[in-house]
């Protein structure tokens, strides 16, 4: 008896306009908003550079000239970017007391781990890059940048 399994191919996610820089790595050109699973709570971090900003609805805006830093783990292919976007911006929004480190670090890396599968990057490194931040991100919650 043979068994068929159907993949149905995912939506693909909207793709960000950014730039490299140096300090950061990247940069945006525009505003990004993505739909996310962090569902439940309001938050919003504004600077002299950009406004990060989180509805209950799960609803997460990233304004024009937020700076990143890219994929901890190393990889530096193109299934990473909207994950570290995203990555970075829950971390900003922890490091400036806008979300609690619990239980919010923890759904930040899990967002991570998702966004790098719904870019398409294979699940061996998705899993990496998760446990990586996952053991070593939470000096990245605290501090000032």
């Given at each position: 008896?043979?068994s ?46 950009c406004?990060?900003s ?23 292919t ?26 919010y ?41």
């Amino acid at each position: 008896m043979s068994s068929q399994c159907h993949l149905q191919k995912p939506t693909p996610l909207p793709v960000p306009h950014y730039s490299d820089i140096s300090r950061y790595k990247y940069q945006l050109k525009d505003d990004y908003t993505i739909q996310i699973d962090i569902l439940g709570t309001d938050a919003k971090f504004s600077s002299d550079i950009c406004t990060v900003s989180l509805t209950a609805f799960g609803l997460l805006t990233i304004g024009k000239g937020f700076r990143w830093d890219g994929n901890s783990a190393g990889f530096k292919t193109g299934t990473w970017v909207i994950a570290a976007l995203v990555h970075d911006s829950l971390y900003m929004l922890i490091r400036h007391g806008k979300l609690a480190t619990h239980p919010y670090k923890e759904l930040a890396d899990r967002q991570m781990y998702d966004l790098c599968l719904a870019s398409g990057m294979n699940k061996l490194r998705a899993w990496i890059s998760w446990k990586v931040v996952g053991a070593a991100g939470l000096s990245s919650t605290t501090g000032d940048e």
